[in-house]
């Protein structure tokens, strides 16, 4: 099943703080996060291994919970280049990537 | 990082006919690589895992003799669309994995199929 992302889409003034969620209903090996402009592929942002860690990239962050299989993707200081939708990827040991139903994310200035 | 090509970008085509895509890895091998197919205002969805040298797998509801998929080489898969019809334009995209990486699927650029 397709793990659940919250919310579907938010709408963010240039400078504030974003978290996005990814749920899922199957045990995690990994979770991957994506971000995508429209029209193009996505574009990967981190990968995060089962173990609970955290893991940062300028200012975007996100953390894994092995055990409730969620993940979460922190987004402070938003920018303008940030907006997209961002999709989470959960493999569960079999190399095979399951993405997220999505969060649309629209910084304004 | 590794890069993943894909061709062509666009294609359009007419209903009843068939259409490949290319899908190649530049600067590294991959024996396995990853077919999506990814409609507007949707996710991703996994069509079909490409294998070097033997069979791909498709996931449930995914028609093998209608989307032919050949992994003729380590740097080269290959999609084909035959007899496409409307409802299969989408956007198609594939992947692959760096073998030894850290676990990073690499994408490529994607293609446009329009289906009149």
């Known amino acids: 099943q397709q793990p659940v992302q919250s919310p579907q889409a938010v709408i963010l003034r240039e400078g504030e703080d974003a978290v996005i969620n990814c749920s899922s209903s199957k045990a995690l090996y990994s979770v991957h996060w994506y971000r995508q402009k429209h029209g193009e592929a996505p574009v990967f942002l981190m990968i995060l291994l089962k173990g609970g860690e955290q893991k940062g990239h300028e200012k975007i962050s996100a953390s894994f919970n092995e055990k409730k299989q969620q993940s979460s993707l922190y987004l402070t200081a938003s920018q303008l280049s940030y907006s997209g939708t961002y999709f989470c990827g959960t493999e569960g040991g079999n190399e095979k990537l399951t993405f997220g139903t999505g969060t649309r994310l629209t910084i304004i200035p | 990082g590794a890069v993943v090509s894909q061709h062509p970008s666009r294609v359009i085509c007419k209903s009843g006919t068939s259409v490949k895509i290319e899908c190649r890895s530049l600067d590294f091998q991959a024996t396995t690589m990853f077919w999506y197919r990814q409609f507007p205002k949707q996710s991703l969805m996994l069509m079909a895992t490409?294998?070097?040298?033997?069979?791909?797998?498709?996931e449930q509801g995914v028609e093998k003799d209608k989307f032919l998929i050949n992994h003729a080489s380590l740097t080269l898969s290959t999609l084909t669309v035959t007899s496409a019809h409307p409802e299969d334009s989408s956007f198609y995209i594939c992947s692959a994995w760096v073998a030894g990486g850290p676990g990073e699927q690499f994408f490529g650029p994607g293609t446009r199929l329009t289906v009149l």
């Open positions: 490409s294998n070097e040298g033997s069979k791909a797998t498709y």
